[in-house]
């Protein structure tokens, strides 16, 4: 059984992704407690609406909605009888229910996946009336391919969360990215497209990607998630492209929302192009973006009675409304009447919102402060409002490319034609473990990643071929698992055995140039006494430091409290996973890990990995 359940701040279901096993138990609860006929037994999913769902999860959420705002403490799962759990989230004031039979840890990275993937398709507006069906579908693959890909235990991608790199030689190399950059400088020609990306995948693993130089660089979870996108979309042979929100590098200060229109193409020889035009005033939508979770963090002080904290989250709203405004007027100075009006609604609702505040400051009058929350829920509509207008008075430049978008993923296959087979071969057997077997004896799998650019090498995963038909696939999931355990207490470097194998576990930060840094900190002992991700998220609850890509930038955060006076963008991190057989020492294990990296930087060449 597995699913996901969505309510929004008046408990109301606006989204549900169940499978048959669930959707059946679900029903027979129903029919037990007289929500539904005994007759709909035979069609379920058919019976089974939101206001069943209500019925039955509404005490649930209330409870923990109480929790979380009277004490400040609300519940992180439920554990039931025979395996049946329920981890809770929530995200701009939309609380997410996710239900499972698998383990508390392995659901709620699931649910953190979840309510990332809802950014990527919602942007600010979460199932906003105004995305319609189409955003809610393109979630509903993406979650059904993330989780179908993991759980057959295929794919390391999915495990890692990181994208296959796919490595061929110079020349290969230099006729794919040549092809890519004209079909870039196509786009800005004709098209006045200064911001794109061009992302050439062969059976998914990353072949090149090519972008602007005013585009935004991507970050590992965009790209992951653009796999899963791509992947996802599969099944439809014709063109598709579809509107999605990515999230850019965090050191960026335009990053966090940006709205960009992806174009999937399936070519010939397994080739998937993906053309991704940035649409939109970046310091605009990042601006309202914030807005919405310094919003939300007001509504929380709100609920939770919390005197103390209401002065700062305010001085924090009215910063951060005051660079949108200030936007406004810079980006959108040719504006159609919806969006005038908007605007103008949007300032004088914001007007009378501050007034409010500044009397209350004074003094303190339960009355004003009943009145500000009563107008609180209106202002976030306009809010939304203003979010979705401001894109659609962007987005009609890119809507015309659309068909040019088509026109260039034809001329890419054209040129590609003669080495599409090839490709395909080479995908197909990308790196052999039989390649390394001389050089590093014992040595029977390894997964290299680095997390500062969101991609991976890995031998693949074939049961048919020695040696890999000696590594269980449950094994790599288990260490994976029992590394993150690790990692998040602070341990970089893992060794253990069991009766067949050696597993061995780093991880470590370099500068730009190659060089080791090495982290002043005593992680183990600063997790212990700090926490890591405990600060607090714009929600009020404390957010779960997950190892990932998808859930939060796990990585990227560890990097800035390992090295708070580096810039991001000059540390990178690496992680490295190795399989021995067992009769292999702890010793040789370390060497081989040394040697491989070595070995690995030296097959990759220029191009940095």
Known sequence: ???????????????????????????????????????????????????????????????????????????????????????????????????????????????????????????????????????????????????????????????????????????????????????????????????????????????????????????PADLLFLAILARALQTQKSLRAVAVFLQGVSYDANSGCVPTIVHVSRLHGHQVLLQLIEYGHMPLTSSIYDTFFVLQRIVAVHQQGDADALKPAYESLESFVSQTLTALKRYLKQKHEEMDNCVKKFTARWENLRKMYVEFFKSFERELLVRIESNLPAFVEELKQLFTLSLACCDSASNHQLDQLGDSAAVVEAKLLELAEFLAVKAARNISIDAYLEDFPGLVHFVYVNRSTGQMLAPDLRQNDPPSKLVPKSKLWQMVELTRGYLKKGQTTVMWKDRTFHYSYFLWFEDLSGGILKCPLDLQQHFLSTGFGGNGNANGQKPTAEPGALPMDYYSELAELCFPKLSPNKVRVYELYCIHLGLVTATCAVEHARRLVATISDLVGEETF
């Open 1 to 219: 059984m597995n699913g996901l359940i969505v309510f929004n701040s008046a408990n109301d279901v606006v989204y549900h992704n169940l499978n048959a096993a669930l959707t059946d138990k679900i029903c027979n609860i129903a029919i037990t407690q007289g929500l539904l006929p005994v007759a709909s037994r035979t069609a379920p999913a058919s019976a089974l609406d939101s206001n069943v769902l209500l019925q039955i999860f509404s005490p649930i959420i209330s409870s923990q909605r109480i929790m979380h705002c009277q004490f400040d403490n609300a519940y992180a799962s439920l554990q039931c009888e025979n395996g049946f759990n329920l981890v809770f989230g929530e995200l701009l004031g939309f609380s997410f229910l996710k239900i499972g039979q698998i383990e508390i840890e392995q659901l709620t990275r699931q649910l953190g996946v979840a309510m990332t993937l809802t950014r990527y398709c919602y942007g600010a507006n979460l199932f906003g009336a105004q995305a319609g069906l189409m955003q809610q579908e393109l979630l509903t693959q993406c979650l059904n391919c993330y989780e179908t890909q993991l759980c057959s235990k295929e794919e390391q991608a999915y495990l890692v969360e990181a994208m296959p790199k796919l490595l061929v030689n110079p020349e290969l190399k230099r006729t794919v990215h040549i092809t890519l950059d004209a079909t870039l400088e196509q786009l800005r020609q004709s098209g006045g497209q200064q911001r794109a990306h061009a992302l050439l995948l062969i059976s998914h693993k990353l072949l090149a990607l090519n972008s602007t130089r005013q585009a935004l660089p991507l970050a």
